[in-house]
């Protein structure tokens, strides 16, 4: 599952991307070969550690352990024949299910089954069996013990209620009913009907009975009754569309190789089926179908991945099909049910809308789960990791073979910024995680990007080819079952020869990572470079040392670079290294591999020469960061305005000073027209729009006029506001009825400037429907244009909030700011108007009392 990174952060917040290649070039430095000095010669000094002081506890308690499923039956095969209730949202069911005992003899068999109506329970033969039901288990009692060698069929008719039970969630998958209508009731004319299921992580069940636990497997097929103006996607195979009467039919999906019941899916609706072959297994790509033009772009080089990743593993794309769509109002990022993929509608865009927006990460991570996930899966939730860290790096992966270093050193990057990030919010847990309070807790920037990144190291410390093919003996050995990260490590062991309980205990079972203080001095009588290194993490919260190979440049004044591999693995350690003189610079962890924050303190000049010496995009990304308000770091600035990623090109645009200074004013004028990258096109506009030497005004008509990707659109709409309001708002008006929601946002923040009531349908209409992306800031755009309204145009317009907010359906994002946009009117009345205030007040308190959502009503306490 990819839970998609604003998600994650911003749904963490509610409860407390990636470019093209560029053709242009850095200033060209001539370097020698450089100097690589053999370990032996690197000399280390250890200081001892102090002393440190063990209170015993006065209490032993168990830690909180949550262990593996206990398996006492084995699921074999499920047969469903379903068919559905738009109006009540319900599915009524048949569910066929071949099972034996695992190890002992059984009689009682348990299964999970939340909120449904029970009709009947019968064997094979017809026998009514006995049973209890208590609305979440289901305990049949099947007349006798059955043995290891004894199959069990058992038929249970039933309704289930999805709709209907409480609603929970958590920041990554934001419901968990299992089973979802979308305008069930074709309430809302401008939203399509569909039915999609998100079974992740025990949420199934909530639709059909099951051992719904990520340590089980089965075999499926799925008969789906619909009407005929519907498509439907399951797992497997499509074998047979059988006429049901003048205007439905039965479509029959029967998947033959075993897959945990979390990843069961079927997906009902109105879409365009896109089809292409790739190596005799169809490829299929639904989309609604105002965007089958754009398909095979929106689900971007499926066929290639799928190439590179069966090749780099040296293991074939195991499943019959592959499978993509996208679905209305979905509830995470994306799920990777086998050879079914649903995807948010986030993804679904058009050719302008694609401009530098590509979906390739996405696409790659729920690809490669099909490998890690469906083909071997995490025996529990606490081993998540063994399932999201592999996604997770393989965007990485791509990104470096389709894109290049640079572009993989920037997905990076940002990858260990969510992890850190993920820690400030919710602090510290090992990667392997007995210990969780809540399942869904696992779904966090430690499974994902610290997984990855952890992956990262192995790969590199490892060797690419002892890496993928420990990669390969893992899959062959584990195919078709659920692991543990023992079994991860003891494949790579059995293939790299080496002991690697070092690198799993203070990477995958030890919480956190090290926190290193480095400085540097030199020795001129032993012509010496000493860095002094001291780790500084918490040892009560995570391991006191790590154990940290790495390579450190050190470069004199002319730029030659001599290289040292060196290992960390003190609390505090002095390494010396032989150098000629002092060195101009010194990078520590050169090819930018490890996991860890640091201080470190160097000069500006040191720092412009880290931008020119320094290869790897962290390097030069920081160097830039860095010096970003130096005076005496101009030349390095513009220099990096020719910088090859776009990252640093756009940061250099922001933090350069242009002082009347005509070669920079030229520079990014003419990055504005002509840089190959949206974002960096962006910054020169809104960098140009705050100086006076030009005429802005005529760059911002070229804009509107040749202009292709909108959110430089969106920008150089905001930049004509800061110039003319009143021509920004005809503009804003003019590209209202723009196909596309990157405007929005723009369009949104200068409507709001005028103040008229005339625009309050504009915002009113996209409520919930506006990007998620852009959220936030159009509530905030809504709120500054309604909140000085007259109070019966206040009135009405809290109506439609109230209506979003009450509608249990409803995407909890917008269903949030709905009632927290309440909240704030109340607030803004409260003094000039207590009456109006109380008034909304009442509103808001009948939204708290009709949720469910446990995350929204922990929220809503503030209220």
């Known amino acids: ?296 772009d929106i689900y971007a080089h499926t066929p290639e991945m799928l190439t590179f990743f069966s090749d780099i593993l040296d293991y074939p794309y195991p499943w019959d099909k592959y499978s993509q769509i996208i679905t209305r109002d979905y509830v995470s990022g994306a799920m990777e049910n086998t050879t079914a993929v649903i995807f948010g509608d986030f993804i679904q865009k058009t050719d302008r809308e694609l401009i530098d927006n590509d979906n390739d990460y996405i696409v790659a991570h729920e690809m490669v789960h099909h490998w890690f996930g469906d083909l071997v899966t995490c025996e529990s939730w606490a081993n998540l990791t063994l399932n999201e860290a592999f996604a997770n790096y393989s965007e990485y992966l791509w990104e470096e073979y389709k894109y290049g270093a640079d572009d993989a050193g920037y997905l990076r990057m940002n990858e260990r910024s969510g992890y850190l990030n993920s820690i400030q919010q919710s602090g510290i847990h090992p990667l392997i995680h007995y210990g969780y309070n809540d399942k869904e807790e696992m779904f966090d920037g430690h499974t994902y990007n610290k997984g990855g990144l952890i992956l990262h190291m192995l790969r590199h410390y490892m060797g690419d080819e002892a890496f993928y093919a420990s990669l390969n003996h893992y899959l062959t050995k584990n195919a078709y079952s659920a692991v543990e990260s023992d079994e991860l490590r003891m494949a790579f062991e059995d293939i790299f020869g080496e002991d690697l309980n070092w690198f799993f205990d203070q990477w995958f079972l030890s919480a956190g990572h090290p926190q290193l203080e480095i400085s540097h001095s030199y020795d001129t009588v032993a012509a010496e470079v000493i860095i002094e290194i001291a780790q500084t993490q918490d040892p009560e919260q995570s391991a006191p040392i790590f154990q940290l190979p790495v390579t450190i440049s050190v470069y004199d004044e002319e730029g030659q670079e001599s290289m040292f591999d060196v290992w960390i693995n003190k609390r505090t350690q002095e390494i010396h290294l032989p150098f000629h003189r002092d060195p101009a610079l010194v990078v520590f962890d050169k090819e930018d591999l490890l996991l860890y924050t640091k201080q470190e303190d160097k000069t500006t000049q040191e720092y412009i020469n880290q931008y020119s010496w320094a ?108 110039i003319d309001q009143d021509l920004a708002i005809e503009k804003a008006k003019a590209l209202q009825d723009e196909p596309t929601t990157q405007l929005v946002g723009g369009i949104a923040e200068v409507l709001s400037m005028s103040g008229d009531s005339m625009y309050l349908p504009y915002f009113e209409q996209r409520l919930n429907s506006v990007s998620l992306y852009q959220v936030f800031n159009f509530y905030e755009s809504y709120f500054e244009l309604l909140k000085d309204q007259p109070q019966q145009i206040i009135e009405r317009s809290n109506a439609r909030l109230k209506e979003i907010a009450l509608n249990p359906s409803e995407n909890l994002f917008y269903k949030f700011l709905a009632t927290n946009t309440l909240s704030r009117l109340s607030y803004y009345y409260s003094e000039a108007s207590p009456d109006f205030a109380k008034k909304i007040e009442m509103d808001i308190q009948e939204i708290k009392d009709n949720e469910t959502n446990e995350i929204l009503v922990q929220r809503y306490s503030s209220f």
């Open 1 to 296: 599952m990819n839970t998609l990174r604003f998600y994650l952060l911003a749904l963490i917040a509610l409860v407390s991307s990636y470019a093209c290649k560029t053709t242009q070039g850095v200033v060209d430095t001539t370097e020698e070969e450089p100097i690589v000095i053999p370990v032996e010669e690197v000399i280390t000094e250890e200081r001892l550690l102090d002393e440190l002081q063990i209170t015993a506890p006065r209490d032993f308690v168990l830690p909180r352990y949550n262990p593996e499923a206990t398996r006492l039956f084995d699921l074999i095969h499920t047969s469903l024949d379903i068919r559905f209730d738009w109006t009540n949202e319900h599915v009524i069911g048949r569910a066929d299910l071949t099972l034996r005992p695992f190890f002992y003899p059984r009689q009682i068999l348990e299964l999970d089954a939340k909120g449904f109506d029970i009709l009947s329970v019968t064997s094979f033969n017809g026998r009514e069996l006995s049973h209890e039901y208590d609305g979440k288990k289901l305990h049949i009692d099947m007349g006798r013990l059955y043995t290891r060698d004894e199959d069990i069929r058992v038929t249970i008719d039933y309704i289930a209620k999805p709709s209907e039970g409480p609603v929970g969630g958590s920041a990554a998958i934001t419901s968990d009913k299992g089973l979802f209508f979308i305008n069930p009731r074709n309430e809302e004319p401008n939203k399509p009907q569909q039915i999609w299921t998100q079974g992740e992580t025990e949420h199934n069940s909530n639709w059909f009975p099951t051992i719904d636990k990520p340590n089980e497997r089965c075999t499926q097929e799925i008969k789906l009754t619909v009407q005929n103006r519907f498509k439907t996607l399951s797992n497997g195979t499509l074998i047979s569309s059988t006429p049901l009467g003048p205007d439905k039919r039965v479509d029959h999906w029967k998947m033959d190789d075993p897959h945990a019941p979390y990843l069961f899916m079927i997906a009902v609706g109105e879409f365009a089926r896109v089809t292409e072959e790739w190596n005799g297994k169809l490829l299929e790509y639904y989309v609604e179908e105002e965007y089958e033009p754009y398909a095979k």
């Open 615 to 722: 290869k790897t995009f962290k390097h030069r990304y920081e160097a830039i960061d860095r010096i970003k308000s130096k005076s005496d770091a101009q030349e390095t600035l513009q220099a990096a305005l020719y910088d090859r990623h776009f990252s640093i090109r756009q940061k250099a645009v922001e933090y350069i000073q242009i002082k009347d200074d005509r070669l920079i004013v030229e520079r990014l004028a003419d990055m504005a027209k002509n840089d190959p990258h949206s974002s960096v096109r962006g910054a020169a506009i809104k960098k140009l729009s705050s100086d006076q030497t030009i005429d802005v005004t005529a760059l911002l008509d070229g804009v509107f006029e040749t202009e292709r990707a909108y959110p430089v659109i969106a920008t150089a709409l905001e930049s004509l506001a800061s």
